[in-house]
């Protein structure tokens, strides 16, 4: 018979304070037989046991005795075995510990899921993909991985330890430990075990069996007062940028907790905050982010978060868990990228509310380095041909494609976005823009600086997005899902009805248009490219008058032979070009240019007019404005490039009513 142990804990809090062990070696158990019947502590996705979607009692291979059990699908879909396995409850407190023997066969992968409640399907709190190639990859869904390999074809043993007080998730290879996680859903209450081999260049192919299936949950007597630190959120990034962490409280006492002070030091700063008027229950969490940023730098270093003077008494009962650290390595940015973000979304989609707040959530935590798209379907803001093309490659609503990678929910968009962010572009992508507001006709010149030799069908495109897009009607309210706080917080929709009225809903980064199309035109580029070859090509379109020509923006892009978005760039319509602005009615010429310690800026003639010059940086960044004031006849200005990093900018220059732009290289 199974072998399940259930072994008690004084406690007076209640039956929950009782700890849940299994030691399974299957080696009692028949083979063929399905594990489902033999034990009812088994069961599938679908509680029907004994077919299909359960596992059978091997012999082909075993760790120990005789016995395993065996799973394998050949499908990108994974399956049909999807065999549950409950941790009698669900943990958000104490310790666990999940061990087992695995064996994944060669060429082949294996999965695995935790899942966070006692209904399947709500909570996936950890997912663990085994490829083929030896790669196995540890995630919660939210960015929180961990990234090693495993031995193929032979046995090894996995451990995932859990300090659940503290959100610690610990993986370890035969004992060693290859990384701790933070999880977004600190909890636990099943394992999932299916046959997939999809993800992180997975064949399709999975394999593999499991022996000496351990997992051991220890409970929490929570004390009377109790403040523990149990996550540390917004310190990725790149360099350079501010960011504010945000660090959770959880009250792992009995008592409420209506103050306390928090610290968080990174790279030899401190930030305090001394929290006051709260009232958090027991077992309840409280983020606190912090009003003052920090700066990240390069290299990897520790960021150490602590609770002290819970409710003005000094040490609380516990000092286990006062303290989180966590380790952050911010991205370098390759000079020259910005990375693209498409995302499918719809008003009717109740989900699609998380897409707009992680779109939000990118767009200004790295403002200058990346390009939001949101892609409508089957609502008042559809362009049908860019919603074509973009649908087949999703796999649901809302989903997102990063630079034309594999599909992503939209909260991993930052994940996708940090591996993108450091690769060096093949060439920079600019764009410069006329408007005549006669005819309303915008004039769109894509540019593609060759930083290295390139052969192949690359070609240049353009988007343009609009901000602020509101409208009447039912088919501008949007549906949603966290209506009510049932889903968890989203970006304050959890306050918001479903659906929200279209009186209340504002939409960004729209696509108005894609020109030509979404792979791009062809012939733009030859197929032949040397280092330092320019290759530009002239879009147009006409803007509509439903359209706030003030909102919109202009999203260059270079699309490489394999259908991926090779770079972009981001312009605001205000930084190329003026609604009522006319064309400039003199030359305007930078000499030297290419320059490196100083260019000269000639304007051919200038009637006792005002004259502004203003620098953009490649990602649209401004870098240097000056108003030179009423200027007359011929003039020549200076730009202090010796100031300026090495690669592409935009001048910007203003004389009266007049604007034109000139790119400047500086080396």
Not at 501 to 509: E, F, G, K, T
Not at 608 to 633: A, S
Request: proline share 5%.
């Amino acid at each position: 018979m199974k072998k399940i142990y259930f072994f008690g804990v004084a406690s007076v809090l209640s039956a929950a304070a009782f700890s849940q062990s299994m030691n399974e070696n299957f080696d009692t158990y028949t083979a063929g037989s399905y594990m489902g019947n033999n034990s009812a502590a088994w069961t599938t996705w679908s509680g029907t046991v004994g077919g299909a979607e359960d596992c059978q009692i091997s012999t082909t291979q075993a760790f120990s005795g005789t016995n395993s059990i065996y799973f394998v699908g050949n499908t990108a879909g994974g399956g049909p075995q999807d065999v549950i396995v409950p941790f009698g409850g669900v943990h958000t407190t104490g310790q666990f510990v999940f061990e087992a023997k695995f064996y994944v066969v060669t060429n082949k992968g294996a999965y695995f899921n935790f899942q966070g409640t006692n209904v399947e399907g709500q909570i996936w709190s950890l997912n663990c993909q085994m490829v083929q190639t030896g790669q196995l990859v540890l995630d919660d869904s939210y960015g929180n991985s961990i990234t090693t390999t495993y031995p193929t074809a032979t046995w090894f043993t996995l451990t995932i330890d859990v300090n659940l007080n503290t959100n610690d998730w610990e993986l370890l290879i035969d004992g060693v430990s290859q990384g701790v996680i933070q999880n977004t859903n600190n909890q636990v209450a099943s394992i999932d075990i299916f046959p997939v081999n999809a993800s992180y260049g997975g064949n399709n192919q999975s394999g593999f069996y499991i022996d000496d299936f351990t997992y051991n949950h220890t409970p929490y007597v929570l004390p009377t007062l109790n403040g523990a630190v149990t996550s540390i959120t917004n310190m990725q990034g790149i360099v350079g940028i501010n960011v504010q962490p945000t660090v959770t409280v959880r009250n792992l006492g009995t008592s409420p907790i209506t103050s306390f002070d928090l610290t968080v030091d990174y790279n030899g700063t401190q930030l305090v905050e001394n929290i006051t008027g709260v009232n958090i229950a027991s077992l309840a969490s409280y983020d606190v982010t912090f009003a003052s940023a920090l700066t990240l730098v390069g290299g990897t270093l520790p960021v150490v978060a602590t609770v002290s003077n819970v409710n003005g008494g000094g040490a609380d009962n516990d000092a286990a868990d006062d303290v989180k650290t966590i380790e952050t390595t911010p991205s370098v940015a390759a000079p020259g990228k910005v990375v693209v973000a498409e995302e499918g979304t719809g008003t009717w989609c109740q989900w699609c509310p998380r897409g707009a707040v992680f779109m939000d959530m990118m767009s200004d935590k790295y403002d200058g380095y990346f390009a939001p798209i949101a892609v409508h379907n089957n609502d008042p803001m559809t362009v049908a041909s860019y919603d074509a093309a973009i649908g087949p490659l999703l796999s649901g609503y809302p989903g997102a494609i990063v630079d034309r990678l594999p599909v992503i929910d939209p909260s991993a968009i930052e994940t996708d976005f940090l591996s993108q962010i450091v690769i060096a572009p093949k060439a920079f992508v600019t764009a410069s823009a006329t408007y005549d507001s006669g005819t309303s006709l915008l004039t769109i010149e894509v540019s593609a600086d060759f930083q290295q030799a390139v052969t192949g069908n690359y070609r240049l495109a353009c988007v343009v997005t609009e901000d602020g897009v509101t409208g009447t009607g039912s088919g501008w309210s949007q549906s949603n899902a966290y209506a009510g706080g049932g889903n968890g917080e989203m970006g304050g929709y959890e306050l918001l009805p479903s659906p929200v009225p279209a009186s209340q809903m504002v939409y960004d980064h729209v696509a108005r248009t894609i020109l030509p199309s979404f792979t791009g035109q062809s012939g733009s580029v030859p197929t032949s490219v040397a280092n330092g070859e320019v290759h530009s090509y002239t879009f147009s379109v006409t803007v509509d008058p439903s359209w706030d020509f003030n909102e919109l923006n202009i999203v260059p892009m270079l699309i490489n032979p394999a259908g991926d978005i090779e770079n972009a760039g981001f312009y605001p319509i205000a930084t190329l070009v003026g609604v009522e602005e006319e064309t400039m009615k003199t030359d305007v010429v930078i000499y030297p240019n290419p320059a490196s310690d100083m260019a000269n800026l000639k304007i051919g003639s200038v009637d006792n007019e005002t004259v502004i010059v203003r620098v953009y940086d490649i990602n649209g960044r401004l870098i240097t404005e000056k108003n030179y004031g009423m200027l007359q006849g011929e003039v020549v200005l200076p730009i202090a490039t010796s100031l300026m990093n090495s690669g592409i900018y935009m001048v910007q220059v203003t004389v009266g009513e007049s604007q034109t732009n000139t790119r400047l290289v500086v080396e």
